[in-house]
């Protein structure tokens, strides 16, 4: 069950399947070439980058708890120091997709940076609005002189460095707050990874190329087998084609030559094929037709003919025979086909018929010309006509149609013999139906004929229910406009 699920999943080409797969190795490089540079490249160089921002850190700390409180407010107002944290800092990140990597790094950026730095200076990284870096500083070491550290960074929120300077340094009196409080400080370079984000989408479009090269590189590989596939079928159809190019990659080159020595053989054999129905013809009637002299001759003049009869009567059985086994061995593969009006070919066969006693009635629809080959669709419409006397009887008909890809002609009759699922059956050679026992000279090959006829082609052999009772033989034809 598993196996039919995947089989039905896979794409019916191999031009797909090839580049459904390429696209998968292809993206599949990527994925670990990314994960390689992850891990072993970019992680590491982020753990790096943490660790020496966090010796600034813990530096610029000491550097604040051992300045005088009037240069330390001046400093901490610089650096945007507040008591309370932001509320955008403390705001988790959106997941993205187009963010995902630089998630990734900020998550490893911090989980790196806080096992540096003391359990008592966390780090906030703030996305909302300026990518900055929050850290908790430790409080101030009490002293003389300075308003609040509150009241310093408050009043320089909103002017330059300079104008900082001197607000800060206007509001330095008494002494420093014992409270912890936080600065902003930017992101180093390495931490933020843009770069990368850049080589990925770079990896992608390389991904995407090597898939169109692929793509073309296959359907310049399909080409030879479309040709192999167009020859195969011209050599089914009975045609000779030419030979295949043998001048390709050395697979392909060794698949033409074997085919082309396919064809010749084929052709070969086909040559003794003729050679040898010839013979057959030829040897079999010649002492056929010796024996109808010799009883003729041999039968004394007045006496009883019923023998001859008789005999004669054997005699055209064995002939009818032999013609069917020819025509099933023939079947018209070697005739040159024509354009012609089929209409007119089923005319003059029902005027024939019509002859001889069997009137069909014509129904015939306006037909484009086609190319066929007419021996072998005389034979085709005459067996199909022929069966429908015999194990039909009566309603003999011929309707013909034409719709735009196809035309049908449908030889019917009242016949009450056998079904339609019957028929089907005795399109296999030497197979003979129920109701062919009370007739004698058949061999089971009529309708092995006419199919083999339609198939020569590109048709193929039908079997319906006539309404109103009895049976319709379809043979539908593809059209070929000449």
Request: glycine share 10%; proline share 6%; charged share 20%.
């Amino acid at each position: 069950m598993t196996r039919a699920l995947w089989q039905r999943a896979l794409p019916r080409t191999l031009l797909a399947r090839n580049i459904a797969l390429l696209i998968a190795l292809v993206m599949l490089s990527q994925v670990c070439s990314i994960g390689v540079l992850l891990h072993y490249v970019q992680r590491p160089r982020v753990e790096r980058a943490a660790a020496v921002f966090a010796t600034y850190v813990t530096t610029l700390d000491s550097l604040l708890a051992a300045t005088p409180p009037a240069a330390r407010a001046v400093l901490s107002a610089r650096l945007d120091a507040r008591e309370q944290l932001p509320p955008e800092a403390d705001a988790a990140p959106r997941p993205s997709l187009m963010r995902a990597y630089r998630n990734y790094q900020r998550g490893v950026f911090l989980d790196s940076l806080r096992k540096h730095l003391p359990a008592d200076m966390p780090a906030r990284w703030q996305t909302e609005g300026a990518q900055r870096l929050w850290i908790r500083m430790h409080a101030p070491v009490g002293g003389a002189g300075g308003s609040s550290l509150a009241d310093a960074a408050g009043h320089v929120s909103g002017h330059t460095s300079g104008d900082a300077s001197s607000h800060a340094s206007d509001h330095v009196s008494g002494r420093m707050p014992a409270a912890p409080y936080w600065i902003a400080l930017p992101i180093p370079e390495d931490a933020q990874g843009s770069g990368l984000e850049a080589a990925i989408l770079l990896s992608l479009g390389l991904g995407v190329l090597a898939a169109l090269a692929g793509y073309a590189i296959q359907l310049h590989l399909n080409e030879p087998l479309r040709e192999l596939t167009r020859a195969a079928r011209r050599v089914s159809a009975g045609e000779t084609p030419a030979p295949l190019p043998t001048d390709g990659p050395s697979e392909i080159a060794a698949v033409g030559s074997a085919f082309n020595q396919m064809t010749r053989a084929l052709q070969e054999a086909e040559a003794t094929r003729a050679l040898m129905l010839a013979g057959i013809s030829h040897d079999i009637r010649t002492p056929l037709t010796k024996l109808r002299l010799s009883m003729a001759m041999a039968m004394p003049q007045g006496g009883d003919s019923s023998f001859v009869i008789a005999a004669e009567s054997y005699l055209d059985q064995i002939e009818t025979i032999l013609q069917q086994f020819m025509d099933y061995a023939g079947s018209g593969e070697r005739e040159e086909a024509q354009a012609g009006d089929l209409n007119a070919l089923i005319e003059r066969l029902a005027g024939d018929f019509a002859g001889l006693g069997h009137a069909f009635e014509l129904s015939l629809g306006t037909l484009p010309p086609i190319v066929y080959r007419p021996i072998g669709m005389m034979r085709l419409l005459m067996n199909l006509m022929q069966n429908a006397i015999v194990y039909g009887g009566s309603g003999l008909a011929v309707r013909t149609w034409a719709t735009r890809d196809a035309l049908t002609v449908a030889v019917g009759d009242r016949g009450k013999g056998l079904s339609a699922a019957e028929l089907e059956k005795l399109k296999a050679p030497f197979q003979r139906g129920r109701n062919a026992r009370a007739h004698s000279g058949g061999t089971g090959l009529g309708l092995s004929i006419v199919e083999r006829i339609a198939r020569l082609h590109g048709g193929s052999l039908q079997f319906h229910a006539r309404e109103g009772g009895g049976l319709e033989v379809w043979v539908v034809l593809p059209v070929a406009r000449a």
